[in-house]
């Protein structure tokens, strides 16, 4: 079974920087995406970023220039680099990973991101 395990959420004023990784565990694919998305309150679920296993990313124009997507294929783990945080950016954060071989997806539980101001 599959496991996502995020960590690195909290409380940061706006400007300041907040680091996420997410560990997958389980029988994983070794070809597949791991990722970002993130839900305020009211809105729906949106991309935040995405890196493939042979390195390739993607990010939502409104976090381009602020946040940095990384991976590490020997431990499972993806990181998200959060720098100059926005009161908009305040949201559950959650990890996503898609097997590109039956693309079968999995979710992490979520973790509160709160910028304030």
């Known amino acids: 079974q599959v496991q996502l395990v995020e960590s690195g959420g909290g409380l940061v004023q706006a400007g300041g920087s907040l680091g996420l990784s997410c560990a997958a565990s389980?029988?994983?694919?070794?070809?597949?995406?791991m990722g970002w998305y993130r839900q305020a309150p009211g809105k729906e679920r949106e991309l935040v970023a995405t890196?493939?296993?042979?390195?390739?990313?993607n990010y939502a124009y409104s976090v381009k220039g602020r946040f940095t997507i990384s991976r590490d294929n020997g431990k499972r783990t993806v990181y998200l680099q959060m720098n100059n945080l926005k009161l908009e950016d305040t949201a559950v954060y959650y990890c996503?990973?898609?097997?590109?071989?039956?693309?079968?997806?999995?979710w992490g539980q979520g973790t509160q991101v709160t910028v304030s101001s």
């Open positions: 996503y990973l898609k097997e590109l071989l039956n693309y079968v997806e999995y």
């Open positions: 890196i493939y296993s042979g390195g390739g990313t």
């Open positions: 389980g029988s994983i694919f070794s070809g597949n995406v």
